[in-house]
């Protein structure tokens, strides 16, 4: 394999390891939102609301809101780095199929 293919190649898979990252990093944060959500909920129900009411606190509050801005910007990081490697993959593609068509067309000659 020539040098600049493996390269190509090495830098792929950092991209694919980054996406990977950011999407763990995105799952963790929602879960962290999810876990506030009810925390907070639970919360508000101890003060004697009911569920909708307390849900609805819940969702208002500055620790729910703050879990929910941090989830934003991860799967925003998540969604941009897995675009940049499916963009990486899609360049191979084209790279690939270039390739064959170019040993097809020296077979018909």
Avoid: C, F
Avoid at 32 to 42: P, Q, Y
Avoid at 61 to 81: G, H, L, Q, V
Wanted: aromatic share 4%.
């Amino acid at each position: 394999m020539s040098e600049i293919i493996e390269r190509r190649l090495d830098q792929i898979e950092r991209l694919l390891e980054n996406a990977a990252d950011a999407r763990a990093e995105a799952e963790a944060a929602e879960a962290r939102m999810k876990h506030t959500l009810s925390t907070m909920a639970t919360h508000y129900r101890g003060d004697g609301l009911g569920m909708g009411e307390a849900e609805h606190k819940a969702r208002a509050s500055k620790p729910y809101t703050d879990a929910m801005e941090a989830w934003i910007i991860a799967n925003a990081r998540y969604r941009s780095t897995d675009a940049i490697a499916d963009a990486a993959r899609l360049k191979v593609d084209v790279w690939r199929t270039s390739q064959s068509t170019e040993r097809a067309k020296m077979q018909l000659r």
